[in-house]
């Protein structure tokens, strides 16, 4: 399977597939791609609940409906968010 890796800034990478946009830790807003915008995000991987990695993991999910997974704690704070 093809894909492509690419390093947003501080801890945001992408990996995109054919089919899938995938996101991990989401932090943009320190990111030398502030001005990234996010196309058909699927899945977003949040590796822990410090803002400088969950970033912007709500609005993104909400807007692409994507799935999001983390540990169970933040997965539950995710819930309540709307994601």
């Known amino acids: 399977m093809a894909f492509d890796l690419k390093y947003h800034g501080h801890s945001c990478f992408e990996i995109k597939t054919s ?10 807003q320190a ?5 990234y915008r ?3 995000i699927t899945d977003i991987f949040v590796t822990h609940a410090h803002a400088d990695h969950l970033g912007s993991t709500f ?25």
Do not use: M, W
Request: hydrophobic share 35%; charged share 25%.
């Open 19 to 28: 089919k899938q946009s995938i996101l991990i830790d989401p932090y943009l």
């Open 31 to 35: 990111s030398k791609n502030y001005d």
């Open 59 to 83: 609005d993104i999910a909400k807007h692409h409906q994507s799935t999001v997974t983390a540990i169970f704690e933040l997965a539950n704070i995710c819930s309540r968010n709307g994601v």
């Open 38 to 40: 996010e196309d058909n």
